[in-house]
């Protein structure tokens, strides 16, 4: 999803050599082919946007899956483009990097400073780890090979490209599937995991990859200067949240579900509340978009031309 945006962003700017590859194409946990790609193709930069991802469900039912595939990715990739000469990389990261109670908004220097969301731990310890590695390499290797690598921390985010399977999926889309399905059937009711209490803020997805294009193109000292060498992530969000049940209430108008909406709490809710801090990357110059009133509709576009032509 991410990666399909940041290419239209960076196609939008006129960029032509773009260099992608898909998990059919290449496995980024095999060492020596992700080595083996990068002495071929040479690239000048890097945004890695690969992760393997999911919601509550998939997090607690694969633990294991979510924290090996993701340092195996995180660590071949960026070594192998350290071997191979690129000095500009960009790493995306998550907002589960934050302590579970986080003071709200959440600000980058929160990392590492409390206990995480147990139901997406091994998620987010890849994930900081995929910063302390970009930051470890621009330390060991900044002056020395004009290494810069920089990461950025979107929140939850959401639309075309999405996963919209209905266990394993974020909220946005397994609500849009389970909203679609019960119009559909005409069922009475539609049945959402958690209280409807916690609260989350939402990114389109091409908002995201603005920003990361932004940040991967500031001037080395414009971005030295709103970061420190071991506190040199930028949050992205969208810079207001909503509780679980106006969600999914914007999401049933979205699709135009008419039943009601109910809230099984005896499901897990996660984190109270998710809420990113955005005045590091406000103060560089760059703010959000698209709201959930005109983006949750494009995203149900984007399930029903997938669900129609998978």
């Known amino acids: 999803m991410v990666g399909s945006a940041i290419v239209r962003a960076l196609q939008s ?21 992700v ?17 393997k991802v999911g919601g509550i469900h998939a997090n607690n039912t694969y633990p294991a899956d979510f924290i090996y595939q993701n340092l195996m990715v995180q660590a071949n990739v960026i070594e192998a483009a350290f071997r191979n000469g690129v000095k500009k990389l960009l790493f995306l990261g998550s907002s589960c990097i ?3 109670l986080a003071e709200q908004p959440m600000r980058e220097e ?27 390499y621009n ?27 209905p266990e394993n999926s974020h909220v946005i ?23 409807g209490t916690p609260r989350r803020e939402f990114l389109y997805v091409d908002d995201m990859a603005a920003a990361s294009v932004f940040v991967m193109n500031l001037p080395q000292a414009v971005y030295q200067q709103h970061t420190q060498p071991m506190l040199s992530h930028i949050n992205v969000g969208f810079g207001s949240d909503v509780t679980i049940a106006e969600l999914a209430g914007a999401i049933g108008q979205a699709i135009g579900y008419q039943g009601h909406i109910e809230f099984d709490a005896s499901k897990p809710d996660g984190v109270p509340r998710k809420w990113m801090d955005g005045s590091r990357l406000a103060a560089l110059g760059w703010r959000a ?3 959930l ?18």
């Open 139 to 165: 330390r060991q290797y900044g002056a020395s090979h004009g290494v810069d690598y920089r990461s950025v921390m979107p929140t939850n985010l959401y639309g075309p490209g999405d996963n919209y399977h």
């Open 173 to 195: 889309p397994a609500l849009i599937r389970r909203f679609h399905e019960a119009k559909v059937a005409g069922a009475p009711s539609v049945s959402i995991w958690g209280s």
């Open 289 to 291: 978009g698209l709201s």
């Open 98 to 100: 934050y302590p579970r």
């Open 13 to 33: 700017q006129g960029q032509s050599k773009l260099v992608t590859r898909t998990h059919a194409e290449l496995d980024l946990t095999n060492q020596a082919a």
């Open 35 to 51: 080595q083996a790609f990068f002495a071929e193709e040479k690239p000048d930069q890097v945004y890695l946007a690969a992760a």
């Open 110 to 136: 929160a990392l590492l400073t409390g206990l995480l969301e147990p139901t997406n731990e091994p998620y987010a310890i890849a994930k900081i780890a995929g910063i302390k590695l970009c930051e470890s």
């Open 293 to 310: 009133e005109v983006g949750l509709p494009l995203a149900y576009q984007d399930f029903l031309r997938q669900t129609t032509n998978p």
